[in-house]
């Protein structure tokens, strides 16, 4: 009895150590990319605790849908090559039924949908590490595009998605070309992600021009969950850059988005995002979350926060405790502060894209549902927008508490839209500090705080 007890447990305790290219993994070859996809499937599913699957410095090929679901704990891929997939739509492999499928982060419906490019769910103690040239190539450019937008939206891959992961650490991958989210975390714990960059680009401009922000929802580093910190690292995309996402209290290692800490990054795209927040009934919430010495060069947005419309009576949310320090941006494209209702083409209620411009479009203010207190800007340089300074916009019925701007300054702004005002600002308490210029004309320096502020 005690002989067969150690049989089963002895190679488990042991770290096990697999050359995936000593285990058959073709290189070089596009053609090896199904047989390189089954593989890895089967060598994931199959390997006890620790084990540390080596990829070595040449380039494989893969056909999108690699999965870790509940694969044993503490598991490491040293990713020293190439992981690239295929091109294009065709031949990738679907999910039939979206909606008999776990994945929260498609769409439940009836209809298909395209698997994950790489999808890694139920398990702890992940370890994707590499000594600086491991790479993950999404093949991006066959399925951007006006056209290819019109005719699919958004049931495009994500490059690397993980949901339901504890104890995670990310360091020194590069991700290039992402058909659509490059990297997500959902309802993850302690999650560290160091010297990672993200470069999702059209063609090799300086901004994001029509041609480049083509790249549609090409999200850099998006999260959910608590424990989270991000440093020391680079994304260039376009949509935004890294952003927090809500978790409601039906997670399970999170019940609503918290102690996210983002650090010594560069960032050029749709921004520094928290949210979209979205009431719901199990309350959206993202709280205590800190940007910091951040770098901005020809971004699109800038600072971003941004809630979605529910009205359902039921759904409330927060965004609490959110600050953003040392931030610098270099002739940042649109508008560089933007808090307020996302300004998207594909939600309900949603602020036009091309408000306020064009006549008629429509704006509508946050859901009073959302409560948006303690919001601090410190320490912000933003050099010769092409536009106004931002958007600080609440529901009138439910203002946004306590956002303060300490040393928020914004040289030479364009023109557009704003003008002299320099800012929509309405439905909102807020209060400046130091030397903030252009004042938004609705903030009070002498106005008491709704809280003592010891931020
Ligand atoms: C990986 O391969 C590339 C191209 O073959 C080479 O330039 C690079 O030095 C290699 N890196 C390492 C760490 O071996
Ligand atoms: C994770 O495990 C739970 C419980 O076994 C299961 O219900 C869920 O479908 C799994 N997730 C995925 C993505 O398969
Ligand atoms: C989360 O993953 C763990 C395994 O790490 C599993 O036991 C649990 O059922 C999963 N929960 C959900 C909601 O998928
Ligand atoms: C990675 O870098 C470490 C430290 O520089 C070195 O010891 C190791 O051999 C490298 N491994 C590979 C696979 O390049
Ligand atoms: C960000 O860009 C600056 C140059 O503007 C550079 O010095 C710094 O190393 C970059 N940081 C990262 C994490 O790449
Ligand atoms: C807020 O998050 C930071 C990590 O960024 C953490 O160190 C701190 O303890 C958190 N504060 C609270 C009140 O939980
Ligand atoms: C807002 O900040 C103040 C001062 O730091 C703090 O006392 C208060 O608890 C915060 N509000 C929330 C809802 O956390």
Known sequence: MRQWWLLICAPAARARWVDWQSAGAVPDDETAASANTKL????????????????????????????????????????????????????????????????????????????????????????????????????????????????????????????????????????????????????????????????????????????????????????????????????????????????????????????????????????????????????????????????????????????QYNDDPKATAEITNILYDRVEMDSPTQVPIWIGPAQEADSAHACSLFWPELPFSQCPPPPSSLHWTNITLRDVNIRSPKESPGVVYGNPDQPMKNVVFENVVVSNPGERPWGSQFYKCTGVHGATKGVTSPVPPCFDATRPLDVPNSL
């Open 40 to 307: 890895l499937n089967t060598l994931l599913a199959t390997s006890p605790a620790r084990t540390t699957l080596f990829i070595p410095n040449r380039t494989f090929w893969l056909a999108g849908g690699v999965e870790a679901i509940g694969v044993a704990p503490s598991l490491t891929l040293q990713l020293e090559g190439t992981l690239r997939f295929v091109p294009g739509r065709k031949g990738w492999p679907v999910h039939y039924q979206c909606d008999r499928w776990h994945n929260p982060l498609q769409p439940p419906s009836g209809k298909s949908c395209v698997k994950e490019a790489f999808f890694i769910a139920n398990t702890s103690s992940l370890t994707l590490t590499s000594n600086g040239t491991g790479t993950l190539h999404g093949g991006g450019d066959a399925w951007w595009g006006y056209i290819q937008y019109a005719l699919h939206g958004e049931d495009r891959p994500r490059l690397l998605s993980i949901l339901n992961v504890t104890d995670v650490l990310l360091e020194r991958w590069n991700f290039r070309q992402s058909a659509y989210w490059t990297f997500t975390a959902r309802d993850v714990a302690r999650v560290e992600i160091g010297e990672c960059t993200i470069d999702n680009r059209v063609n090799s401009a300086d901004d994001h021009g029509l041609l480049n922000l083509a790249a549609f929802n090409t999200d850099g580093f998006d999260v959910a969950g608590r424990d989270i910190h991000i440093h020391h690292s680079t994304v260039w995309n376009q949509d935004d850059c890294f952003t927090v996402q809500p978790m409601g209290r039906l997670g399970t290692n999170a019940r609503c988005t918290e102690n996210i800490l983002i650090e010594d990054v560069n960032a050029s795209g749709l921004g520094l995002t928290v949210g979209a927040v979205r009431p719901s009934v199990d309350h959206n919430c993202i709280r205590n979350v800190t940007f910091r010495r951040v770098k901005m060069h020809h971004t699109f947005k800038g600072i971003y926060m941004k809630s």
